[in-house]
């Protein structure tokens, strides 16, 4: 397999997809039945993070799972049990990712989006150092509020303060969620984090999370944890909608270690001309190379509906640079961009 390096943006991209980068066709007018079912079920048919999670959330729902009495008294040994299963779960996939992808080198430079190496060392990291930032904010915050909804939801059933639902008899149900998930979450994601950018939230709250340009896979929720509360609150519909726990444990999954592959900074893991896995996502890739740009997900149009989309070619790039350069000029000041 060949890397895509023919392009203009090559100073900037080792390697980036077929550009324009696409959008979901599923809220296309007309309808493009076809194209959306497709868009829909290929993240669930194929080796994706997502059907990683899918698996990792039965598994976990199959042998780990907390009996009812115990969850309904908030009580300090089974919540670390869940405290170490997320340490755990984070620790194998972005530690892995990293071993891979930055420590051994695994793949070299093949699928890696950005043209430059990692520069660990700069003052704005905790440590001086962006993997040790990057590691110590998603150890401490992201597994701490990952591991505070999960003890919510567990102690919420037991209590029957959510409701939960059974397999049986709910199976449509089931699929219903596995394929809302994506939207779901790139909804609530694009406008969660057009509120992170609001200025004053900005400069106290997100900004951690964009210290880092070029990202890796500890960089996914390396964020404050007034962030990482916002971020993950997508999670609280299922207490209010009929949920099975392995959706979940699936949605904790995709908010909570997705980021590790969205982050990872290259396209795809492979050994050798095997592809062994999908992993990163050049559309939020862009948001931290260009910042005002992509706040939601692929899976969404509402970055196209508002006009935030940069679909990665050189033309979104400048209307980006032309969007930010007139908000300086109105503003009287010069405002910061990746
Ligand atoms: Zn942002
Ligand atoms: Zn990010």
């Not at 066709?25 to 497709?38: I, L, T």
Request: with cysteine.
């Amino acid at each position: 397999m060949k890397d895509n390096t023919k392009s203009s943006q090559r100073k900037i991209w080792h390697h980036h997809p077929p550009l324009p980068i696409p959008n979901t066709p599923v809220f296309d007018w007309p309808p493009r039945p076809g194209d959306a079912v497709q868009w829909l079920s290929s993240r669930w048919i194929n080796v994706t993070a997502s059907s990683l999670f899918l698996i990792v959330a039965l598994l976990v729902f199959h042998f780990d799972v907390l009996p009812n009495d115990k969850a309904q008294s908030l009580s300090a040994d089974w919540i670390l049990q869940v405290w170490l299963r997320n340490l755990t779960l984070i620790l194998f996939f972005a530690g892995g990712l990293h071993l891979w992808f930055f420590t051994f080198s695994g793949q070299g430079k093949s699928f890696k989006f950005d043209a430059q190496t990692l520069k660990r060392s700069g003052k704005r990291f905790s440590f001086g150092d962006q993997v040790y930032d990057n590691m110590f904010w998603t150890l401490s915050s992201g597994v701490t509020v990952m591991t505070f909804f999960e003890v919510l939801y567990w102690w919420a059933v037991a209590n029957d303060v959510a409701p939960g639902m059974a397999f049986s008899g709910a199976e449509l149900w089931f699929f219903v969620w596995v394929l809302a998930l994506p939207i779901v979450g790139s909804t609530h994601f694009y406008w969660v984090h057009r509120l992170l950018h609001w200025p004053p939230l900005y400069r106290k709250v997100h900004a951690l999370h964009h210290r880092t340009i070029n990202v890796g896979p500890w960089s996914g929720i390396s964020m404050h944890p007034v962030e990482s509360l916002l971020y993950m609150s997508d999670l609280l519909i299922h207490f209010f909608i009929p949920t099975h726990p392995v959706i979940f444990l699936l949605h904790l999954y995709i908010k909570a270690i997705g980021p590790a592959f969205t982050h990872a900074g290259f396209e795809r893991v492979v050994a050798g001309d095997t592809k062994l896995v999908s992993a990163g996502d050049f559309h939020h890739q862009l948001h931290h190379r260009f910042f005002e740009c992509n706040y939601g997900t692929a899976d969404t149009p509402w970055d196209r509906w508002f006009g935030s989309f940069h679909d990665g070619t050189e033309a979104a790039s400048e209307r980006i640079r032309q969007r930010v350069r007139e908000r300086a000029l109105k503003s009287g000041g010069v405002r910061r961009w990746g």
